[in-house]
């Protein structure tokens, strides 16, 4: 029997459980032993998991002792401030246990529970902060970035570099912080036909008027002709063309679905 309580407990936050057998049958196994190392941890076991208190206490011979559990665990629970509130049995608890070595013993294995729960947060945020200085910072930078974080010395070849390149980077985040939450909700606008024609445009700009490489910033139709604003070698033009001099299939018939449009 202790050989297998301790086994079974080890996985109910104390080193001695199985997560698949059942919580109430392993409190009634505890009851049943009446160990006081094991019965110690009925408390916490009450804490932690969804227990039907009455159906154990129906259940069991050592109804007088787990009322006493019962009773010591919901004054536990009240001097912690914790929320978590358990049925009145009916009749006399015996009076076989110490109060304040259950109390010392539950506050010991639930301080270590919360403790390891921050440290899990703490390990979760950590990860998630690596992945996101990896999509934007080179693995050089991450070193030096970690290197500060930790108040630990680089060398000036280092702080230069960091000065003259990642430094701006961090400052343009900080700065773009509002920015981007405003920005990333917002559901992008997909037209491939438009920029399909964008790019007819300037293939038609550069075969057929000489243009390199041009960039066109908005056009409109009107009257039968074309107006084109571009970019080409840095400067701006604006030039109009007759209709009927784009020929080919495509062209045509995308400039009359779309009349005007502004790429800036």
């Keep these: ?18 997560t698949g057998e059942d919580k109430e049958e392993l409190i009634l ?6 160990e006081i190392r094991y019965l110690k941890a009925i408390p916490l076991l009450l804490h ?17 002792l787990f009322r006493e559990l019962v009773s010591h665990a919901t004054m536990i629970f009240a001097e912690l401030d914790i929320g978590k509130a358990l049925p009145l049995l009916p009749g006399r608890p015996s009076n076989e246990l110490n109060y304040s070595e259950l109390k010392e ?12 729960l921050v440290n899990r947060h703490r390990i979760e945020s950590e990860r998630q902060t690596r992945m996101w200085l990896a ?29 003259r390149k990642t430094r701006k980077k961090l400052s343009a985040m900080a700065n773009l912080g509002d920015f981007a939450s405003t920005q990333l909700p917002l559901r992008p606008k997909v037209d491939e036909e438009l920029f399909g024609l964008k790019k007819l445009l300037e293939q038609w ?24 604003t571009f970019m080409e070698k840095g400067e701006m033009h ?27």
């Design 48 to 64: 932690r998991y969804d227990i039907d208190v009455r159906r154990i206490h129906d259940k069991t011979e050592q109804k007088a």
């Design 205 to 228: 700009l550069t075969e057929h008027q000489k243009r390199k490489e041009p960039d066109i910033t908005r056009f409109f139709v009107l009257g039968g002709k074309v107006t084109l």
């Design 1 to 18: 029997m202790g050989l297998d309580l301790e086994r079974r407990l080890a996985e109910a936050g104390f080193p001695m459980f199985s």
């Design 135 to 163: 999509q934007l910072f080179t693995q050089k930078e991450r070193w030096i970035i970690g290197r500060i974080a930790e108040q630990k010395p680089i060398s000036r070849t280092d702080y230069e570099y960091y000065s």
């Design 238 to 264: 604006t030039t109009s063309y007759d209709l009927k001099m784009f020929k080919d299939t495509q062209t045509t018939p995308l400039l009359k679905e779309h009349s005007r449009a502004d790429f800036s």
């Design 105 to 116: 013993e539950f506050q010991l294995h639930f301080e270590e529970g919360k403790e390891l």
């Design 29 to 34: 196994a505890i009851l049943k032993s009446r």
